[in-house]
T-cell receptor
Framework: DAGVIQSPRHEVTEMGQEVTLRCKPI?????LFWYRQTMMRGLELLIY????????DSGMPEDRFSAKMPNASFSTLKIQPSEPRDSAVYFC?????????FGPGTRLTVL | GENVEQHPSTLSVQEGDSAVIKCTYS??????FPWYKQELGKRPQLIIDIRSNVGEKKDQRIAVTLNKTAKHFSLHITETQPEDSAVYFCAASSRDAGKSTFGDGTTLTVKP
């Protein structure tokens, strides 16, 4: 298995633009997590899904953030409109048991 | 919800010395405690975990201990090497909740 796949790996955009981050979990995993990592706030859980259903989105910072999981092999995290304070590394992770497998992350820079 | 506190936030040791990182959790329902290592610019990766029915687990130079009564668990690294330098995260989870709550991380620096 190729592991969790995220795209793009790097994204540079201007304030106000829409940003879409993509994730393909490991086949057979039933949980999918979206995290944001910054120096100031560490590793924050934004939202997680179980069997494609959002379970807890209490970590989503604002209405500008939304996430979807239309099927078991794909999820998106969208930021619209983006702001400079959204600059961070965004990780997607998936699990079947307890262990979470992280993707390589997307480094987002909002100018 | 669960709250995980991790100490220290930074730790510097000489190569060959031991390093200990401690975490406390609040939810007595938590029954799974993983430790992740994140090297600079890389993703977090699981290095060791422990379940609530076990008090200690070892894997070569790393070990984890769990005290359920006191609600704390620790990571022990012996004979540290420069390649152990990384950020280490503890976490706690209950399977029913699905998610793991992470500590804030400890930056370990091993000086050659």
């Amino acid at each position: 298995d190729a592991g969790v796949i995220q795209s793009p790996r790097h994204e540079v955009t201007e304030m106000g633009q829409e940003v879409t981050l993509r994730c393909k979990p490991i086949s057979g995993h039933d949980y999918l997590f979206w995290y944001r990592q910054t120096m100031m706030r560490g590793l924050e859980l934004l939202i997680y899904f179980n069997n494609n259903v959002p379970i807890d989105d209490s970590g989503m910072p604002e209405d500008r953030f939304s996430a979807k999981m239309p099927n078991a092999s794909f999820s998106t995290l969208k930021i619209q409109p983006s702001e400079p304070r959204d600059s961070a590394v965004y990780f997607c992770a998936s699990s079947r048991g307890h262990e979470q497998f992280f993707g390589p992350g997307t480094r987002l820079t909002v100018l | 919800g669960e709250n995980v506190e991790q100490h220290p936030s930074t730790l510097s040791v000489q190569e060959g010395d031991s390093a200990v990182i401690k975490c406390t959790y609040s939810d007595s329902a938590s029954n799974y405690f993983p430790w992740y290592k994140q090297e600079l610019g890389k993703r977090p990766q699981l290095i060791i975990d422990i379940r609530s029915n076990v008090g200690e687990k070892k894997d070569q130079r790393i070990a984890v201990t769990l005290n359920k009564t006191a609600k704390h668990f620790s990571l022990h690294i012996t004979e540290t090497q420069p390649e152990d330098s990384a950020v280490y995260f503890c976490a706690a989870s209950s399977r029913d909740a699905g998610k793991s709550t992470f500590g804030d991380g400890t930056t370990l620096t091993v000086k050659p």
